[in-house]
């Protein structure tokens, strides 16, 4: 059994999300349980818009922000 982790594909739980605007969730890195500065490529939400994972569109010091595939829904992920 490979027990191996994908890190440019990361899950994260739709209860840790807030929704802050229309189609628009956020969160901080360190409550998604990821380190400083960690942004993985895809992230994929189970029970939140079309189930295609969400991918990074923009990327600072201070947040990532990724669109859902074939989506309209975007999450921000605070870099804390």
Known sequence: M???VDWN????SR???S??????F????STAGWKPGFFPEQ???KGLGNG???VQATVTQQQVVYLQQFG???IVVFND
């Open 2 to 4: 490979d027990r191996s």
């Open 9 to 12: 594909r990361m899950e994260i």
């Open 15 to 17: 209860h840790i999300l």
């Open 19 to 24: 929704e802050t605007d229309l189609h628009t």
């Open 26 to 29: 956020s969160t901080e890195a």
């Open 43 to 45: 992230v994929v939400v």
């Open 52 to 54: 295609q994972p969400f």
């Open 72 to 74: 309209c829904i975007r």
